[in-house]
């Protein structure tokens, strides 16, 4: 890694940290809020009531996510040729959960410079895995919330047919060459746009070979295996509590709140408020201060969860990779 680098990686952390900072203290005013209007006490009452040993097996749904998405991630850099290690593409994914309080997620394109760090791709080449991940993720969310949305949420139906709809355009766009690459020649023709041009062709063409429909399907069947674990864990919350909510209503809820959420960063504030609101709407017996309790163990179970492994993983991975050979012996090391 050059001093260039160096110091384009100490920003970068500079700036992560100040995120995670402002992240903390703004879910820390919105529980304090969700509290304030459900009675704090009983709030306190709930999590204690909660039985914990139940947090092993929901933080093991919360892995198995990460572990199901991981193979996603090895099968579409294998699909476009990128040579990294295990260890290192594994460490490199879980470095992008560290980014899951970034609006949509898209501060996971920290994966495509810290591949650059370690293997010298490209991030025209490795860019378009990050956005196969998210819109596969997307539709697989819409799959799952559709579960039950005519059961639960009637009146939201058409709001979760455009979202699914408009990831539909996106990718049938995005196969489709001769509007892409219209695209591309019109971005070309823009003031310094000849200079981006061909990066963005690149990424285009590697785009669309991830969304081929092989490869797009092999993504989506992994990210809906990957999310229903956390479903299914967000169902053991309910359990933890005494409630007895049927999975396919955990199922929905969860998926369509983390939808919901996709305007803030990680989702604060949104998902947190549409698993509170949403389950003390649709639960029987759910009172509200019950309800924030449940959304505030499983968010402290995916979201913050995730945060922790990614930043653990982040900071390793960053000391690593600035050992003196760290590439080269990444290359050696690959099958």
């Known amino acids: ?13 500079s700036r992560y940290r100040r ?16 509290s304030l209007h459900a009675e704090i006490p009983r709030v306190v009452e709930h999590l204690r009531g909660f039985r914990w040993v139940l947090i092993i097996p929901i933080l093991g749904l919360s892995l198995a996510n990460y572990l199901i998405r991981f193979v996603r991630w090895e099968y579409y850099l294998r699909a476009l040729d990128i040579r990294v290690s295990m260890r290192d593409s594994l460490a490199i994914f879980l470095s992008g959960l560290a980014m899951t309080i970034t609006p949509g997620k898209v501060g996971e394109l920290v994966k495509s410079l810290l591949l650059k760090d370690a293997a010298g791709t490209p991030i025209a080449r490795s860019a378009p ?3 196969a991940e998210r819109l596969t993720d997307f539709l697989a969310l819409v799959l799952l919330a559709g579960v039950g949305i005519g059961t639960y949420y009637q009146d939201k139906w058409m709001a979760l047919a455009m979202v699914g709809g408009g990831i539909g355009a996106i990718i049938l766009t995005l196969n489709s060459p001769t509007l892409s690459l219209a695209v591309v020649r019109l971005v070309g023709r823009l ?6 041009a061909p ?6 063409r590697a785009t669309a070979h991830l969304l081929r429909p092989s490869a797009f399907l092999v993504g989506l069947l992994l990210a809906v295996a990957g999310w229903f674990a956390e479903c299914l864990g967000y169902h053991v919350v ?9 999975l396919k209503l955990a199922t929905f809820l969860y998926a369509f709140s983390v939808i919901a959420g996709v305007v803030s960063p990680g989702g604060l504030g949104v998902t947190d408020l549409f698993l509170g609101v949403g389950a003390e709407e649709l639960v029987p017996g759910m009172t509200p201060s019950l309800g924030v309790s449940t959304a505030f163990v499983i968010r402290v179970a995916t979201l913050w969860f995730a945060v922790l492994v990614g930043s653990v993983a982040l900071i390793r991975f960053q000391g690593a990779v600035q050992r003196p050979g760290h590439s080269a012996d990444a290359q050696r090391r690959v099958p």
């Open 199 to 204: 990066k963005l062709e690149e990424a285009y």
């Open 238 to 246: 309910f359990n933890g509590h005494g409630v007895d909510a049927p």
């Open 19 to 34: 995120g995670l900072f402002i992240a903390l203290g703004v879910s820390a005013l919105v529980y304090l809020a969700l």
């Open 191 to 196: 003031p310094l746009g000849s200079k981006f």
């Open 1 to 13: 890694m050059n001093q260039g680098d160096s110091l384009s990686g100490k920003r970068m952390y």
């Open 129 to 131: 895995v990050v956005v």
